[in-house]
């Protein structure tokens, strides 16, 4: 099963607005890393973190990795209908980790 | 630079039958894992390999077994399919030499169905 609490599980959005979602854990990580996924195929790294406090964007989207490296969050700014997917975090320390996955929907 | 690779796409088998799937890498990525995914249970690690040596095993039965090859490409198989095996099975790869660290990309998958 999921060793990430990923939330939240699903979101239904218009399109232009923000959207956040998070992934917590008991465990400490040493990177953190948010996947896109769409139906039918594998995911696709988003954006990867390294350090503890590190803010990272990439375009519209942006992530954090918490101070406390138990924590990340991903902000997508003016969605668009195309950021519609299912969205993943992973934890890495000596393996990898995945979140259950947030399932986007926008609304035109 | 070509993605990672995985063959078959799709495949149908019935149960009491193997199946063996098929993973090329990243050019240069010696690292390449399998994940099963359902959507009861997610993303699961199965095992990962990195020149020619299964570094680490998730917590599948001995039914799930893989290799890879001196060139990096790694196969899977499933021995004796169960229904509970229709999954879509990732493969990914990655640059980094400690287990299962650095950045992973994934292929496209291949989605098996036990009938």
């Known amino acids: 099963g999921q060793q990430l609490n990923q939330s939240p599980q699903s979101m239904f959005i218009q399109e232009g607005e923000d959207v956040s979602m998070n992934c917590t854990s008991s465990?400490?990580?040493?990177?953190w890393l948010w996947y896109k996924q769409d139906p039918g195929e594998g995911p696709v790294l988003l954006i990867a973190l390294y350090k503890a406090g590190e803010l990272t964007s990439n375009g519209r989207l942006t992530a954090q990795f918490g101070i406390t490296r138990k924590d990340s969050f991903l902000n997508i700014s003016a969605s668009i209908p195309s950021d519609v997917g299912i969205y993943f975090c992973a934890g890495q320390r000596n393996d990898m980790r995945f979140g259950a996955g947030t399932r986007l929907t926008v609304k035109p | 630079k070509a993605g990672v690779t995985q063959t078959p796409r799709y495949l149908i088998k019935t149960r009491g039958q193997q199946v063996t799937l098929s993973c090329s890498p990243i050019?240069?990525?010696?690292?390449v894992s399998w994940y099963q995914q359902t959507p009861g249970q997610g993303l699961q690690f199965l095992f990962e390999?990195?020149?020619?040596?299964?570094?680490n095993k998730g917590n599948f039965p001995g039914r799930f077994s893989g290799r890879q090859f001196s060139n990096s490409r790694s196969e899977m198989n499933v021995s004796t399919l169960e229904l509970g095996d229709s999954a879509l099975y990732l493969c990914?790869?990655?640059?980094?030499?400690?287990?299962?660290?650095?950045?992973?990309?994934f292929g496209e998958g291949s989605r098996l169905t036990v009938l």
């Open positions: 990914a790869s990655s640059l980094a030499t400690g287990f299962n660290t650095g950045e992973l990309f």
């Open positions: 465990s400490i990580f040493n990177t």
């Open positions: 050019s240069g990525h010696r690292s």
């Open positions: 390999y990195f020149s020619e040596t299964q570094r």
